[in-house]
């Protein structure tokens, strides 16, 4: 049995949607999107729009949907809430449906349009996201959103700790440089987690804005086994 | 006294010029071009002449210089040699200008054209390269060139090395996740550099063009104290 790929990409720059064409592309921002869309699943959300405008946002605002939408972390005036996980409560998200603003977002889940499947990954979501994964016969990518196209670390740590599971399962093999350095530093903090993130960026960004009180709680495994895919240009749960 | 800043960029689609002016750029491109490069130089190389095209290259040759050219690890049929430091040798190279055709290189150096300095780094003049950096009071840039565009761990491994010793001088500071991230994976690997060397994709697309021979020697800290910069386009030895 031909082994599956397993490769990593720091950033929508370094992203090449010639080569994954088919792939299971696996987009990943643990600071704090990919979190709070699983989190809004697991408090029952029916389904997420991403927009990339604020105009787009607003006209959904106008009728009658549900808006997250921020910018650099701060909460636009006319939405329901940020993209804090915190802010997708049952009470608020329960049979909604949640337009979702994100111009980094959007701009992903273009880039990534070609692959076989577009899912969601997170902490919070990684064992049941990673067995739906070994299910599949794909090729895999772990697509890092980063920060403003660069590289991050929470980001690439979440891809080290799902890489690890796929290659534990002897199912997929990996050349790619990305994953091995992912895999690696994902050894170096999987001990202290906490501890680790203390010194990345984004974490230092959020803290200046006191919007660091989610951290924590995006570092942990397995708060939901909700599975979010792109389906139509929409995130719906697999399950 | 103000901390000099110190960032890491892992691909040239992720260098941003206009956060870069004025400080210090240390290309590095261990596997070969950057480590022949200072081999030319401790050979005598009196400068080194980077050319983008096939053609410009060969009007050179036909002019009387030396002409280093290759792509994908093959030795152009008009050049002199290929991008192997042991091409650089004190018989061929000493007193000449040579030639060297780069389509990666050319960019990089354009690239960061508006850098204060472009200096070229390596194993084989870390301590040298490092000592220089110190002297000037410029930020850093540590700009690995990669494979295509692509991450890649071997320059990561330099940039990290490099990195560790500018963070012990305690005369710089990051706040950049791509430094952090080369620190921690050179402080996984510096033990035994050559065995973690084995497992990244350069060193396999080597062995399989038989041009792996090189690969300890461009791991060696050291070999020389030159210190090649770009002045005006071309590279000369600042000592």
């Keep these: 049995m031909a082994m599956r790929k397993l490769e990593t990409c720091f950033s929508p720059v370094l992203y090449e949607p010639e080569l994954h064409q088919g792939s299971v592309v696996v987009i990943i921002d643990v600071l704090r999107a990919t979190s709070a869309i699983c989190t809004a699943f697991e408090n029952g959300a029916v389904s997420i729009i991403p927009v990339a405008g604020i105009d787009e946002a607003k006209a959904y605002k106008n009728r009658g949907f549900l808006v997250a939408a921020e910018r650099d972390g701060y909460v636009l005036d006319f939405a329901d809430f940020g993209n804090s996980p915190f802010n ?14 994100t111009t980094n977002g959007t701009g992903i889940i273009k880039l990534a349009s ?17 067995n739906w994964i070994i299910k599949r016969e794909n090729d895999v990518v772990l697509f890092c959103a980063g920060w403003k196209n660069r590289f991050n670390l929470e ?30 530093l994902w050894m170096l903090a999987k001990c202290d987690l906490r501890g680790y993130i203390e010194k990345v960026a984004q974490r230092k960004r959020l803290k200046e804005k006191g919007l660091d009180d989610c951290i924590d ?19 719906v749960n697999t399950i």
Tied chains: 1, 2.
């Design 88 to 101: 997708f409560t049952h009470e608020k998200v329960e049979g909604r449906t949640i337009v979702y603003s």
């Design 114 to 130: 070609s692959a076989g499947a577009i899912v969601i990954g997170s902490f919070l979501n990684i064992t049941a996201l990673t």
């Design 155 to 184: 980001d690439t740590l979440c891809a080290g700790a799902i890489g690890e599971r796929l290659i534990k399962s002897s199912l997929y093999s990996t050349i790619c440089d990305s994953t091995l350095a992912a895999m690696d």
């Design 217 to 235: 709680f995006c570092l942990t495994a397995d708060y939901t086994g909700k599975i979010p895919v792109i389906e139509n240009g929409i995130l």
